[in-house]
């Protein structure tokens, strides 16, 4: 059976996107919590083994993001919010988690052939 790990800071911030997802589908997650003050030497290791990986990296976050945008974190009315997310998951994330899946195809990972940036952290 998969097991997935969500790391992050101890925060919601980006985090908060995929953590909405799992609850959203039902999908039990670790959800790891990183503390701002080992941050230095986490970062040191969180880069690509490649150029190439980088890049895939930096656009697999860029589209993530664009998605989180989406997300009306503005909105007052609870029931307009709640609306305009229903919508937003029953329209926008099935294309977007098919997007994912054919990025994916039958690789284990979304970039590069391992979880590279937090092997040694966590």
């Given amino acids: 059976m998969t097991s997935y790990k969500l790391t992050y800071f101890n925060m919601r911030g980006r985090a908060e996107l995929p953590r ?3 609850a959203y589908a039902g999908i039990a997650f ?4 990183v503390e701002w003050r080992d941050w230095p030497s986490i ?18 976050v860029d589209t993530l993001n664009d998605f ?4 009306p974190w503005r909105e007052d009315n609870p029931q ?5 997310i229903d ?3 029953q329209s926008h994330a099935p294309k977007l988690l ?13 970039v590069g052939d391992s979880f590279w ?4 952290v966590c």
């Fill in 20 to 22: 909405y997802i799992f």
């Fill in 30 to 33: 670790e959800d790891r919590r």
């Fill in 43 to 60: 970062k040191k290791r969180l880069v690509g083994n490649s150029r190439l990986a980088e890049a895939q990296a930096d656009a697999l």
């Fill in 68 to 71: 989180t945008l989406l997300i």
């Fill in 80 to 84: 307009i919010k709640t609306q305009k």
């Fill in 87 to 89: 919508m937003l998951f």
């Fill in 98 to 110: 098919d997007h994912l899946q054919c990025h994916l195809g039958d690789r284990k990972w979304l």
């Fill in 117 to 120: 940036p937090m092997t040694s």
